[in-house]
Structure formats: structure tokens, C-alpha cells
């Protein structure tokens, strides 16, 4: 008689878990923002790895672990950090939104995301600006460095100079904390084709007398989406032993 034991090793969970190195104090806990009163209008090459970066370091806070519009100004908030170990396409971005109390105009309710990949060129040094306008209202991404491109990650789109970046906007409800995610988009390429991912938050509109305090961005998380619990049957035969006994 022939005797077919079969051992499982039970349910499989499989988790990329969160890219820590493609984002720096995303949960605001950190509560200093990088930034100077008449700091640089732009995302520098100097500000890569350096967490959130401002023009004016008084425009937005961390104090409450959240990053908080402190006024009526235009100023966004932005950082840039190399991509290492990061590879393949399906990455997400999410995070927080909390539109001002007192806001009354779509400009106010509506935060403007942009998220960029970059491939260096030469020298970087040499056009180093992976944003343009930290203080007031821009799309525009460049290609940093002689021979570099760059990747608008709301569509997919490669482009080998600078010009506006797409982006995606999240219509939020005055005074109420909501979530969004978004999936990033890398047009038939992969993370590892690029080097540098950058992320830039702002709100208001064209004039900076459009814009107002209260604003609040918290739990930025840019990541791998976790699978759900997969069955022994799309694993093929992991976790199965078969031993064969003869009576």
C-alpha cells in the first residue's frame, strides 16, 4: 500500500513592506524642516537626502508632528533622496490631507502633488534644480545635469529637458483630515532605471494673496502595496513536502 503524506506549512504572507530610503520623515515626528528665510526658490541637488525642504523654514511646521501651513503664503514643501535598493514599478504614494478651516475657494481645498524620477546626467552641479519654485506655484521639473531626463510619475511620460510635470490633485473638505493614494506610474521602465525620486506638496493658486494658513500634510508614505494572503495554490509547491511511504 502506498502512503502519500502531505505537510503544508501554512498560509503565506508575502510583504515588500514600506521603501524607507525613498522617503525621510514622512510621519513629520522629526519636527525640523530643512529651510532658511530667503533660502534657495528651488529643489536643489544640495538638498538631496536632506528630508523636507522649504524656502522659508517659518512657512510650514512640524511641532504637532504633521506638517502645518503657518500662514498665508504660498510656500510649498518638497524633498529629494537617491533611489538604492528600490526595484520595479508598482509603487504608491499616500498620505494625509487636511484642507484649512477656514478655506472657502477650490485653490485652498485642493492639494497639487507632484512625484518625479530623475536620471543624473554629468554634472549635475550644472542645472540642479530638481524643482523649479519652492515659493510659489510651479510644475516644472528639470533634467538635472548635462544628458539627464527625468520621469513624470502621474503618467509616465519621459522627458529629456525642463518643462511642466503633470501631477494629480486631491480635492480635500475644509477643516477634515482625508486619505489618498496614488499609484506612480514608470511608463514601461522600473525605480532602478532612475536615480533620484523627489515629492512636492502645495496649495493656493497663481498669486500668493490666494493662499491661506492651516493647511496640514501628514503620513507621506511612498511604498510597495503589501499583497493579500496567498493560497499554497498560486505558490505552485512551496510549502509542500511529499514523502511516500511503503506499507
Do not use: C
Amino acid at each position: 500500500m502506498k502512503k502519500i503524506i502531505i505537510t503544508l506549512a501554512g498560509s503565506l504572507v508575502i510583504s515588500a513592506g514600506s521603501q524607507a530610503a525613498l522617503l525621510i520623515n514622512g510621519d513629520f515626528s522629526n519636527t525640523s524642516i530643512n529651510g532658511a528665510s530667503g533660502g534657495p526658490n528651488h529643489l536643489q541637488y544640495n538638498a538631496l537626502g536632506l528630508g523636507w525642504t522649504v524656502k522659508n523654514s517659518t512657512a510650514w511646521s512640524a511641532a504637532a508632528e504633521n506638517a502645518t501651513k503657518t500662514g498665508d503664503n504660498q510656500f510649498g514643501i518638497a524633498q529629494a533622496n537617491m533611489i538604492t535598493t528600490e526595484t520595479g514599478s508598482n509603487f504608491t504614494i499616500s498620505f494625509d490631507w487636511t484642507a484649512p478651516a477656514a478655506a472657502l475657494t477650490a485653490d485652498n481645498l485642493t492639494l497639487d502633488i507632484l512625484v518625479v524620477a530623475h536620471k543624473l546626467g554629468t554634472d549635475p552641479l550644472a542645472d540642479d534644480r530638481f524643482f523649479t519654485g519652492l515659493n510659489f506655484e510651479s510644475y516644472q521639473s528639470r533634467a538635472v545635469g548635462t544628458g539627464g531626463t527625468w520621469i513624470d510619475l502621474s503618467d509616465g511620460s519621459v522627458k529629456t529637458g525642463n518643462g511642466n510635470s503633470g501631477g494629480f490633485t486631491a480635492v480635500g473638505v475644509a477643516g477634515a483630515t482625508m486619505n489618498f493614494s496614488r499609484q506612480l506610474n514608470f511608463g514601461g521602465t522600473n525605480i532602478e532605471d532612475y536615480d533620484v525620486l523627489s515629492v512636492k506638496f502645495f496649495y493656493g493658486g497663481p498669486a500668493a494673496s490666494d493662499a491661506i494658513g492651516g493647511g496640514i500634510i501628514d503620513n507621506v508614505t511612498i511604498s510597495v502595496p503589501e499583497p493579500s494572503v496567498l493560497g499554497l495554490s498560486s505558490l505552485g509547491i512551496a510549502g509542500l513536502l511529499i514523502r511516500r511511504r511503503r506499507g
